[in-house]
């Protein structure tokens, strides 16, 4: 039955005070420890609720606690993939020393992501035996719309786990729920989506006091089998296969060529930034046929090996599959008509325009790969765009003057997101879903919410806030709702479930909710204050549980001594309270540390002169946010939220020194240059 509460009236939670992870000391590990123990042997983990359970939260602490451990074991191994600690000179600026050093470990780990990558590529598609990919006459049946319902799932067991770096990829992949969901669909993976996350079988695997991931011997020899790949992902090969697109020959690359450079006694920039390795940013190699092959030119052989799959199995282009609200629905063109924001009809147009529009000739009639780069690709499809006897072959184009639809463009604009940056199978680069997370992972680590004797009362009101978060985006479908750090907690822990994510939202906001991966940081902030103050609005309570100058500065933004007395509409408002609970304590949160704005998928704008004049008004209306808040403190009796010139934070375990931080920044500790693609 549908849920008719108005969302302006769910009245807030009782416990309203920070969470007790910010104002409770730490429990010592002779009092607790036990009872910590206990705690995750007794996790249920068989919930059949519509939102993320309790325990769900927990067992995902647990693993994403295995993640991090896994990154630093991983970061700190001297010499793996030959990048060495003594790549980085002895000096005596110890800012700048620490800073490379940082950077060497990063590289190991980027190329760890890779090789996991690659190998969750080949688990991937050892899943669901004798599945196919599915092809326009599928979509074209009514009843591809109940693809979704799918009746019997993968059931995983600690027997048939994959080793932890695969694990690693398809949870990044989950969280971004319409391209999962995508691309389950397009290899006909749908026992797979519909298993979610292996919860009963994943948190036994996982020891709960060193957090390390010990399925057991059965399980590795099942990988082992299905797979041909080793358990262990450092007994892998130093070298990867690729095959020609031109004379087929399969060649053996590195994964990496920086100790190379390193034996010509280069810079250390230089070592991490210029290998030629399929890791590396500067891949490069050349066939015995002359063919020479990059990163870009793998990218668009997939396109083009893509748009073969349209000629011959009729499998439509990546992009397509779902509607524009995230949803499987027939591609008839009289069903679209009664709701143009269901039209997958529409999203399919870039197989039309390839295949009734006569484009695939351009890719498929030559004897060569006729293009090197996607964005050569993104000039040949404009430029059919704007050919009106091109587009009037596409089908549903009936007028002497054709011409290309909102929708279909947004299509095309869909379609050509598959392929930047990604030469992989999937519709977006896993490697760069993995080190986004990264910083989240991280994050969650830092807040320790685990080992916290509240940890179940913290966990409650974190799904109780996330609740209220999914009707905020049910009440404003055309704004972006942007999470706090305790909220994205349970989102991404109801996202790892996909059925039950899948029918939650749909039942609640008429759409498959998305999770944005990629958001430019200072529309993230914009977008996080306007969250701030609609939960605040809704329901007369803090929504960012931090006292960090950001946080300060946010709430001072829209929050008015008159809202803190009374509240909204008059009513008695339990704001004032709320606030006051929140600076009980002396000192203001540390903002590396606080479960504030989850900023792991902000991304720096690109250098462009209207994009410098958006970050120059938020960052002065942040700064005069940001004084209100200081005066307002001074008011009350209580230090001012402190914002330090200088930063230090530490990266892969080393500190490095940072000009300037705010929490809606992107993780300032990805370093662009050291992978294959700009994560």
Known sequence: ?????????????????????????????????????????????????????????????????????????????????????????????????????????????????????????????????????????????????????????????????????????????????????????????????????????????????????????????????????????????????????????????????????????????????????????????????????????????????????????????????????????????????????????????????????GLYKTFCDTAQIPVKDVESIREIIEKALRDRDCISKTGDHKSLRPRVMKDERIAVRKMMACYWENSSIFSMDLVGAVIRQGSFVEKMHAIDWLHSPAVRST????????????????????????????????????????????????HRTRTYVDHDDKIEENKLSTAFEWTSKTYEKYYQAVYSECTCWYCEAIRESHTSTTSRLFGHRSKKSSLGTDLSNLHRTSQPSDPLKSAHISAHNAIKAQNHPDRRTRDYVRNRQLEHAYRKACQRAKKEGRAPPARDDVHWAYSYGYPVYMPFYAPYMGDPFITPGLYAANP
């Open 459 to 506: 966990m409650d009101r974190l799904i109780t806030k996330y609740e209220r978060f999914v009707q905020i985006m049910a009440q404003h479908p055309t704004e972006t709702a942007v999470p706090t750090l305790d909220v994205d907690l349970a989102w991404h822990t109801h996202q790892l479930s996909p059925t039950v994510y899948y029918t939650y939202t749909v």
């Open 1 to 357: 039955m549908e849920d008719k509460r108005d969302p302006l009236h769910v009245s807030p939670p009782q416990d309203v005070g920070a969470p007790p992870a910010y104002d409770v000391a730490p429990p010592t590990a002779d009092s607790t420890a036990t009872d910590i123990t206990a705690a995750f042997a007794r996790l249920e983990l068989d919930s059949k609720s519509s939102e993320p359970s309790i325990d769900e939260c927990i067992a995902h602490l647990k693993l994403l606690e295995a993640f991090n451990h896994l990154r630093e074991d991983i970061a700190t191994q001297d010499g793996l993939y030959g990048i060495n600690d003594s790549f980085v000179p002895a000096s005596d600026n110890d800012q700048l020393r620490s800073r490379d050093m940082a950077k060497v470990r990063e590289k190991r780990w980027a190329i760890f992501v890779t090789i996991a990558v690659k190998r969750f590529e080949a688990y991937f598609q050892t899943l669901q035996p004798g599945s196919t990919m599915t092809n326009i006459e599928t979509m074209n049946d009514y009843s591809y719309e109940r693809i979704v319902d799918v009746r019997e799932a993968i059931r995983f067991d600690t027997d048939s786990l994959p080793p932890l770096d695969v694990l690693m990829v398809l949870h990044s992949f989950m969280l971004n729920p319409r391209n999962y969901l995508s691309d389950c669909i397009r290899y006909g993976k749908m026992k797979l989506w519909a298993s979610g996350m292996p919860w009963k079988a994943v948190n036994p695997a996982i020891d709960n006091d060193t957090f390390a991931y010990q399925p057991g011997d059965a399980a590795q020899k099942t990988f082992v089998a299905a797979t041909g790949l080793p358990w262990d992902i450092l007994q892998e090969s130093p070298y990867t296969s690729i095959k020609c697109p031109q004379c087929k020959t399969r060649l053996d690359v590195p994964w990496t060529t920086c100790d190379k450079l390193a034996e010509l006694s280069a810079s250390v920039g230089d070592i991490l930034n210029e290998g030629r390795g399929y890791a590396d940013p500067g891949f490069s190699v050349t066939c015995k046929c002359l063919q020479d092959m990059d990163h870009e030119f793998l990218r668009s052989t997939k396109f083009v090996r893509d748009v073969q799959k349209v000629m011959v199995d009729n499998v439509p282009m990546p992009g397509g599959y779902l509607s524009l609200k995230g949803q499987p629905c027939p591609t008839r063109i009289e069903n679209e008509l009664r709701d143009a924001k269901m039209a997958t009809y529409y999203m399919n147009f870039p197989t039309r325009l390839i295949k009734q529009g």
